[in-house]
């Protein structure tokens, strides 16, 4: 087996391992990082090793071999990721082909809705809307707790209600979510969204303008933050 087969499976046993042992410490030791880590805006980007490995992890939106790829660790109760997900909207209508982006459930502990809603995105992917029910909720994210996942539903028009309702209303665990999380957790992602864009990793997220220019130079071959 070569050096590059034995690391990606040492990172999926990894991951593996942290799901399957460590959902409920997992859960101690983010609420930790959630009350005492805050990053430095002023901290330059840093690159994520072996980040291509990471679309594998989440959802891709867009095309597959676009050359710029957007990775978010995200969680759908959180109004920055909200902002972040209008940014990324505005991003893609600009840069079209160019632009595709991969959503990584990191569902916040101190986010009574957050793993529910990641379990009701994981049942409209499965339909083939885990774009359209994204923006769904974010657009009325002040609902979330409130609002039936079956009308969150008919607004992304998730085609079968009924397996929609059965899904959401599961309260089994989501692998996705839970190894999206453990994937977070190795990292060290502190809070959401924690983006990276072709492996470069922000402090905190960029601005819109921020990341039009370092898409503009990735599509143009300029060196990013002296490298």
Request: net charge neutral; aromatic share 10%.
């Amino acid at each position: 087996m070569s050096s590059r087969s034995e690391t990606f499976l040492s990172w999926v046993l990894t991951i593996s391992a942290v799901v399957i042992a460590g959902v409920t410490v997992g859960r101690e030791v983010t609420d930790r990082r959630e009350r005492v880590d805050i990053p430095n805006p002023n901290d330059p980007p840093t690159l994520v090793g072996e980040w291509e490995k990471l679309p594998a992890e989440g959802i891709l939106v867009g095309n597959s071999s676009a050359p710029v790829m957007v990775v978010e660790f995200s969680d759908l109760e959180c109004p920055f990721c909200r902002r972040f997900h209008e940014q990324l909207l505005e991003l893609r209508q600009a840069f079209k082909d160019k632009v595709a982006y991969t959503f990584i459930h990191f569902p916040l502990n101190g986010h009574r809705n957050a793993y529910a809603a990641a379990r009701a995105a994981e049942c409209a992917y499965s339909q083939g809307r885990f774009e359209a029910f994204i923006s769904a909720v974010f657009s009325t994210q002040d609902s979330l707790g409130q609002k039936a996942w079956s009308r969150y539903g008919r607004e992304a028009m998730v085609p079968d209600s009924a397996e929609f309702a059965r899904c959401s209303s599961d309260t089994a665990r989501v692998e996705r979510v839970d190894r999206g999380r453990a994937l977070g957790s190795l990292l060290k992602v502190r809070g959401t969204p924690t983006v990276i864009v072709n492996g470069w990793r922000f402090a905190t997220p960029p601005t819109d303008t921020q990341l039009r220019r370092v898409v503009n130079d990735l599509l143009n071959g300029r060196e990013l933050f002296g490298k």
